[in-house]
Structures are given as structure tokens and as C-alpha cells.
């Protein structure tokens, strides 16, 4: 397996390629973003990732990773694309995973490995191979129910389970789920992996790993959901739910999250529908905890809402409100389904206030955003009248924050 080719080169897709290039595999990236293929060729990186941009940099400069617009033929594809949704309803839209197949079905040759990374709804390995076969009658593929079965090519479902700000560490460190469509095609995925990881190559079928990635993340976020809540429900009973959780965690089979501005990232924010959308009537708490966290930056904004009526009660007729942090997590660059984004755009939009938008870790506004005033730190402390935290980056530490402006903090007790 010396010849991987990675389709996508974001948040997972890029990490994944140059661990495989820097432990000695001869690595194609795809992308379909321009810049992206050529910032990774001049051994540079497009995002934020600690300690990411010197391994693609060694990678690139040994020849062992090259980006392109173009896939080749390889002896292993992973596929790292976006899955969102489309509509209303939260339904998966896989034709990314589609587009991908499509892509790359002509250049499948007997032996091949196909991996599905990105997160999807339980049988999309299988809607994958569906688009495969149908571009190439030639080839036999595997069947979910015919998992002893020989076939042509070897496919799986590996999903990453990785922390933005760690994925250099965890990529290689955490045990991972190896979901094959057959019994061979599990092991042949796992060869793949052993590349470079060294925690457990846990081997399942490509329907119960599709599931377990989703189940991590809805775990985690009906976790969520019950600190938001708390947060709620204490801010009416004027209980500091920071002490709160404290005194509640002393238990010893408690383990209370902290709360915030909401949920955001492509994983906790989006996995949880995809178990909803596919069955409605049964997932009950999933779907409670999805509403309850998209609903979080409503009360937020309730929250900064009221106290510029209140300073525009004592006679000041536009306040400057300063909105710390836009990612969806502390110390990252990501802003995907970032509850503070979200929050931000409703602030610009009800334009009751002067926003001031502060984000250390990027260096331009996304569109949605176009309207809004990117300020350093000091220039938002400084000039405004209420200083919302929304986001735990370093930078927001107490003892930077000084200023006389009104304090609302969603994140931490400061």
C-alpha cells in the first residue's frame, strides 16, 4: 500500500494524507479549491492545525505528498469529503461522496482499496458502492450481505474521531474503527491504516462503523445539550452554574460538561440529524438535544439584547457590543455551524448596536459576515460598552479582559 490517493484536502483530509506521506507512502491529495492544491504544493497549509504545517512541509519537500485537481491511479483511496444537509430536514446530501465516485471509478483496477472517511448516515458505504458499480461493469464489488464473499475491490467505512488543535497526536494515537464491507475488506483497510496508526484497528462492518461515528457525537452532544440546559435554568433561579456543575462534579459518578454559546463543528453539530433523519420516531433524546443546543445561541442573544435595552435606557442610543470568538472551539480557525457565527450574524442583522467581532485565529471575515467589523482584542476592549464571550480562546483569559465594559460570559466563569 505505497500508493494512496486522498480525496479532500480539509480539516481531515490534509492531516491524513501527510501522515501517510511522512511514514513513507507516495501521497496524491485531490481537491477541487485552487488555492488549496497550490498552497499544499509549496509546502504550506490552508488551515489551522498545530504542528501540521512542518510534517506537509518534510512531506512535500521528499516528494512523498503532491496535491492536485486530478486524482491517479493508487493502491488506496480515502475519500474525505463534506457530507451537509440539504433542505429543510436535515436530509444527508451525499453527492460529494457521489461526485468522488464518479471520479474515481475509472481508474479502479482489481486489488484496489476505496475508504470512506467522511461522516455519513448508516448505508452510505453502500450507496458508494452503488455509484461505483455503476461505472464499472466489469469489476465485482462487495455486498453488506456477503460479508464472506471475494470481490474485485476492497471497500470500508474508517471514520476519523480526532479533536481540532490535537488531530497531529490523534491521528496516530487513537484506536480506530475499521468497518469493511466484507471480512477481507476489513483487513485489507486495516493494512492501510497500520501505515501509521498505533493505537487498535478495531474491525467491525461498514454499517456498525457508520453508526458508531455517529453515536460517539451524539453521546457527546445530548452531554451538551444537559449543561446548556443547566446554564438555562440556573440563569432564571440567579444560580451560577459554573459553581453549579463545580459542587456536582464532586460526586463520584458525575461528570457534568461545561456549557456555551452552543454546539457547533461538522461532527457534534450535524452526525445527530443524520440518526434523526433515518429514524424519526424513535430518536426521541438525540432529537431533544439537537433542539436544545440549536437553540442555545437564541438565549445568547436574548441575553446581549437585554442589556442594550437597559444601556439604551440610561440615555446611550448606540451601544458597541464586542463578540469574542467565532470559531466553534477554543484556539482553532474552523468555523463551520459555529454557534458564535451564528449568534454574530443575528446581532448584525437585528443591528441594535454597534458589532464589533473579534477572532485572533482568522484573518478575514466569512461572506455571511461581509458586514461586520473584524477588530484586534485591545481595539474591541477598548471601545466597547458589553463584551460577550463566546468562544474560550487563550486570549479571552480573565486577566486580559480588562475593561469597564458590562461582561457576558457563556463560556467559563471570569
Given at each position: 500500500?505505497?500508493?494512496?490517493?486522498?480525496?479532500g484536502l480539509?480539516y481531515?483530509?490534509?492531516?491524513?494524507a501527510?501522515m501517510?506521506?511522512?511514514h513513507g507512502?507516495?501521497?496524491?491529495g485531490?481537491?477541487?479549491n485552487?488555492?488549496?492544491?497550490?498552497?499544499?504544493?509549496?509546502?504550506?497549509?490552508?488551515i489551522?492545525?498545530?504542528g501540521l504545517?512542518?510534517?506537509?512541509?518534510?512531506?512535500?519537500?521528499k516528494?512523498?505528498?503532491k496535491?492536485?485537481?486530478?486524482?491517479?491511479?493508487?493502491?488506496?483511496?480515502?475519500?474525505?469529503?463534506?457530507t451537509p444537509?440539504k433542505?429543510?430536514?436535515?436530509?444527508?446530501d451525499?453527492?460529494?461522496i457521489?461526485?468522488v465516485?464518479k471520479?474515481?471509478?475509472?481508474l479502479?483496477?482489481?486489488?484496489?482499496?476505496?475508504?470512506?472517511?467522511?461522516?455519513?448516515p448508516?448505508?452510505?458505504?453502500?450507496?458508494?458502492?452503488?455509484?461505483?458499480?455503476e461505472?464499472?461493469?466489469?469489476?465485482?464489488f462487495?455486498k453488506?450481505h456477503?460479508?464472506?464473499?471475494?470481490?474485485?475491490?476492497?471497500?470500508?467505512?474508517?471514520?476519523?474521531?480526532?479533536?481540532p488543535?490535537?488531530?497531529?497526536?490523534?491521528?496516530?494515537s487513537?484506536d480506530?474503527?475499521?468497518?469493511?464491507?466484507t471480512?477481507e475488506?476489513?483487513?485489507?483497510?486495516?493494512?492501510?491504516?497500520r501505515?501509521f496508526?498505533?493505537?487498535?484497528l478495531?474491525?467491525t462492518n461498514?454499517r456498525?462503523?457508520e453508526?458508531a461515528?455517529?453515536t460517539?457525537?451524539?453521546?457527546?452532544?445530548v452531554?451538551?445539550?444537559?449543561?446548556?440546559?443547566?446554564?438555562?435554568?440556573?440563569?432564571?433561579?440567579?444560580?451560577?452554574?459554573?459553581e453549579?456543575?463545580e459542587?456536582?462534579n464532586?460526586?463520584?459518578?458525575?461528570?457534568?460538561?461545561?456549557?456555551g454559546a452552543?454546539?457547533?463543528?461538522?461532527?457534534?453539530a450535524v452526525?445527530?440529524?443524520?440518526?434523526?433523519?433515518q429514524?424519526?420516531d424513535e430518536?426521541?433524546?438525540?432529537?431533544?438535544?439537537?433542539?436544545?443546543n440549536?437553540?442555545k445561541?437564541?438565549?445568547v442573544?436574548?441575553?446581549?439584547?437585554?442589556?442594550?435595552?437597559?444601556?439604551?435606557?440610561e440615555?446611550?442610543?448606540?451601544?458597541?457590543?464586542?463578540?469574542l470568538?467565532?470559531?466553534?472551539k477554543?484556539?482553532?480557525?474552523?468555523?463551520?455551524?459555529?454557534?458564535?457565527v451564528s449568534i454574530?450574524?443575528?446581532?448584525?442583522e437585528?443591528?441594535?448596536?454597534?458589532?464589533?467581532?473579534?477572532?485572533?485565529?482568522?484573518?478575514?471575515l466569512p461572506?455571511?459576515?461581509?458586514?461586520?467589523?473584524?477588530?484586534?482584542?485591545?481595539?474591541a476592549?477598548?471601545q466597547?460598552?458589553?463584551?460577550?464571550?463566546?468562544?474560550?480562546?487563550?486570549?479571552?483569559?480573565?486577566?486580559?479582559?480588562?475593561?469597564?465594559?458590562?461582561?457576558?460570559?457563556?463560556v467559563?466563569?471570569?
Open positions: 500500500m505505497k500508493n494512496i490517493c486522498v480525496f480539509g481531515i483530509g490534509l492531516p491524513t501527510a501517510f506521506a511522512h507512502a507516495n501521497v496524491i485531490v481537491d477541487v485552487q488555492h488549496a492544491v497550490d498552497t499544499i504544493n509549496q509546502g504550506k497549509i490552508h489551522v492545525e498545530p504545517e512542518a510534517i506537509v512541509k518534510q512531506a512535500v519537500d516528494g512523498n505528498l496535491a492536485s485537481l486530478t486524482p491517479v491511479h493508487s493502491d488506496a483511496y480515502l475519500i474525505a469529503v463534506p444537509f433542505g429543510q430536514d436535515h436530509e444527508p451525499l453527492s460529494y457521489q461526485a465516485s471520479a474515481l471509478a475509472p479502479l483496477q482489481k486489488g484496489d482499496v476505496v475508504i470512506l472517511e467522511s461522516t455519513s448508516v448505508g452510505a458505504t453502500e450507496k458508494m458502492v452503488e455509484w461505483l458499480a461505472e464499472r461493469a466489469d469489476l465485482s462487495p453488506y456477503e460479508p464472506d464473499n471475494e470481490a474485485d475491490i476492497f471497500v470500508a467505512y474508517c471514520p476519523e474521531r480526532v479533536l488543535g490535537k488531530v497531529v497526536e490523534e491521528l496516530i487513537n480506530r474503527i475499521i468497518g469493511g464491507m471480512k475488506s476489513t483487513r485489507k483497510a486495516q493494512e492501510v491504516y501505515i496508526v498505533e493505537g487498535d478495531l474491525a461498514s456498525t462503523a453508526m461515528k455517529l460517539e457525537n451524539a453521546s457527546r452532544d452531554s451538551i445539550a444537559f449543561a446548556n440546559e443547566l446554564s438555562i435554568i440556573s440563569d432564571k433561579l440567579d444560580i451560577n452554574v459554573w453549579l456543575i459542587l456536582a464532586h460526586h463520584p459518578r458525575v461528570n457534568i460538561l461545561q456549557p452552543g454546539v457547533g463543528g461538522h461532527c457534534i452526525d445527530p440529524w443524520f440518526i434523526v433523519n429514524n424519526p430518536a426521541k433524546i438525540i432529537r431533544a438535544a439537537r433542539e436544545i440549536d437553540n445561541p437564541n438565549w442573544i436574548s441575553k446581549i439584547n437585554a442589556e442594550i435595552d437597559t444601556l439604551k435606557s440615555n446611550m442610543a448606540r451601544p458597541k457590543v464586542a463578540l470568538g467565532l470559531a466553534f477554543p484556539n482553532i480557525d474552523d468555523l463551520r455551524e459555529s454557534p458564535a454574530a450574524k443575528n446581532m448584525l437585528l443591528n441594535s448596536a454597534e458589532v464589533l467581532l473579534v477572532e485572533p485565529n482568522i484573518k478575514q461572506e455571511k459576515l461581509a458586514t461586520g467589523n473584524l477588530v484586534s482584542l485591545e481595539s476592549l477598548e466597547a460598552d458589553i463584551l460577550v464571550v463566546l468562544v474560550a480562546h487563550d486570549e479571552f483569559e480573565k486577566n486580559q479582559l480588562s475593561s469597564n465594559a458590562r461582561l457576558i460570559n457563556v467559563s466563569d471570569i
